[in-house]
């Protein structure tokens, strides 16, 4: 195999690699999600087309803004595929996020899609970092848009203590997934075992034990 052939086996290779990171495409005009099959395949089984309604494709919840009612001071409301069946297999989605004056999206990342937010109303500080921990941050406003690539931890903070903020944002997965860093370390089932939190945030035990009574759920 000659130094061309080589080039093109791995061009070949990438290309591949870099096709299978993200939603598969379609190969049929719908593929409707039907929830309520038992069958487990990588998104959703096809509804039968006979079963198919304009409602699959329909969804009002990004409408309005949420109630924020938690501690950190935001809300999301997602369209993704559970919430609209005819996503399934588009390999897109949207959500909604409501912060409250002042009020954090906490850093998390998603797995699965890379993430751009259109502002609806107020003024965001956000930002990302990559995996050589550099940090690459913006202050937007209204009307204006960011992206936060595929994978990498990101946040948004509303910078106003007194006015409420808003965005819109698409992700490139109809199931982008969300790991909030804090509440995945602190909150994982079984419990990740503390000499492991200890050893990593360089703290003793009863810090940890602190900052997972943070976020036990509140008894009622």
Same mark, same amino acid.
């Given at each position: ?10 061009? +070949? ?30 998104? $959703? ?41 005819? +996503? ?39 930002? $990302? ?41 698409? $992700? ?12 995945? +370390? ?10 492991? +939190?200890?050893?990593? $945030? ?19």
């Amino acid at each position: 195999m000659d130094s061309r052939c080589y080039g093109f086996f791995f061009a +070949l290779l990438s290309f591949t690699v870099i096709a299978l990171a993200y939603d598969p495409d379609t190969l049929q005009d719908l593929c409707v999600a039907d929830s309520t099959s038992g069958i487990k395949v990588n998104g $959703f089984t096809c509804k039968p087309e006979s079963n198919i309604t304009a409602s699959d494709f329909f969804y009002a919840g990004i409408g309005k803004p949420a109630v924020v009612s938690n501690t950190v001071g935001s809300a999301v409301t997602g369209a993704n595929v559970e919430k609209i069946a005819g +996503l399934n297999t588009l390999g897109v989605s949207l959500a909604r996020i409501d912060y409250a004056p002042g009020g954090l999206n906490p850093p998390h990342t998603h797995p699965r899609a890379t993430e751009v937010i259109f502002v609806l109303e107020g003024e965001l500080d956000v930002g $990302f970092i990559t995996t050589a921990n550099k940090l690459f941050a913006k202050t937007v406003k209204k009307g204006e848009v960011f992206v936060f690539p595929r994978g990498l931890v990101h946040y948004q903070k509303n910078n106003d203590k007194a006015k409420p903020a808003s965005v819109i944002s698409a $992700f490139n997965s109809q199931l982008p997934g969300t790991q909030s860093i804090a509440a995945t +370390l602190f909150t994982a089932t079984p419990a990740i075992p503390d000499h492991v +939190l200890t050893t990593a $945030f360089q703290i003793g035990t009863k810090e940890i034990e602190k900052i997972k009574t943070k976020f036990a759920p509140k008894k009622v």
